[in-house]
């Protein structure tokens, strides 16, 4: 499969203060990759700063071959990444159809689509945001960045304190989606084993910086390891 | 390897429900919720199909018996988790059985509730075992062609009984349980609490 993104020494974080240092990496079309690593270790900065919201100081980010560096964040997500940040930001003002039309862009994922994933969100389709249980509120955050017809998915901790049910369900999704749909993804997951269940690669960070890399299924065989990178919950 | 992903994925979903059915029984003796049949039917009628019909016997068909032939020595611990997926269907029917006395009798709840606990620490118990001792024995010990043979058999996730892909049929009825589970276990509707 061609390349769909390229982060080449990049070292980046919030005004001057640097968090991430140095980090290299590679994702193909329709490739899936975990970002490990304990908590304060980059994993959000790293996603954030492929969505255009930190202070890059140097290195590359290619999308597609392309610089995406100098985009800000609306035209990065207008190139292809979809992004369900950690605290999905729901709009009280806003219906569940209304968050998912707002944002829609033409290609594979519409609303009845997005339905079809998740049927609990058309029953809900006329409530508030602020009406949605938490487990709503990830299905709607994952819905709503679909409906931008992503190539490229980032997840910021989707499990977070959500019920093993609901869990289970996102999980199913997410590997429909890597699986059937072709869209690449990025998980940053604290549960690691699940993250790397997800997955087909996986590079493990540590105070900004990549200290491991390697397959998903070789990580997952090797718990001694995985242990000792991210001390597996 | 996939078949050892599979199986991991397999025990996720299995405890997910069966948590699921745990914490709701604990919220019902705890009234704080009014008992919801069709959910616990929807969740028996999970476990009873899915581990029981096609989960089990696929690892003692495919993953114990390729380990038995080149880890003699594991025999033992095969055979205590061989039988406990005997047991472990026993304890099922047994636990469905209160589950319907309950149905038909709410003064049964502290039985099937205690059942519950009971189930859910067994099936917790085999499944570390079967994770933390038999994986790590296979990954050493298996070739390249047991695996190829092992992934075959659970890539095809067959139902043996119907003779169809099972895999369509479970996903459905898990996202079934998701739909009408209260939050925060599900996204099904709010449930009044027990009067």
Known sequence: ?233 | MKSLRIIQDEHRAITAVVEGLRHLVRAVSDGRMAPDHALFGAMFHYIETFPERLHHPKEDDYLFARLRLRRPEVAPVLDTLSREHHVGNERFYELKAKWERFRDDPAALTAFADGVERYSHFHWRHMRREEDEVFPLARQALTTEDWQAIDAAFASNEDPIVGVPASKAFRELFRRIVAIAPPPWGVGPEVGAAR
Request: net charge neutral.
């Open chain 1, 1 to 233: 499969m061609p390349e769909l993104l390229r982060v080449e020494a990049l070292t980046a974080g919030y005004g001057d203060g640097v968090v991430l240092e140095d980090v290299s990496f590679a994702l193909d079309e329709g490739d899936s990759l975990a970002l490990l690593g304990r908590n304060g270790m980059g994993k959000t900065t790293l996603l954030v700063t492929l969505m255009g919201l930190t202070h890059r100081h140097r290195g590359v980010i290619a999308w597609r071959g392309r610089d995406l560096t100098t985009l800000p964040t609306h035209a990065r997500s207008r190139a292809g990444l979809g992004w369900v940040p950690q605290e999905r930001y729901m709009f009280a003002s806003l219906t569940v159809e209304e968050h998912l039309t707002a944002v829609a862009r033409p290609g594979r994922w519409d609303v009845k689509g997005v339905y079809r994933i998740f049927p609990r969100l058309e029953e809900r389709k006329a409530n508030f945001g602020n009406q949605l249980s938490g487990g709503e509120q990830q299905m709607l955050a994952i819905a709503r960045a679909l409906m931008v017809n992503p190539s490229l998915l980032l997840l910021d901790e989707p499990m977070e304190g959500l019920a093993p049910i609901i869990v289970q369900e996102l999980m199913n999704v997410v590997r429909e989606l890597v699986t059937e749909g072709g869209m690449a993804v990025i998980v940053v997951e604290q549960h690691a084993k699940l993250a790397l269940s997800l997955t087909r690669n996986a590079i493990v960070l540590e105070r900004g910086r990549v200290v491991y890399r390697s397959g998903s299924d070789a990580l997952l065989a090797d718990p001694a390891t995985l242990d000792k990178l991210v001390s597996v919950s």
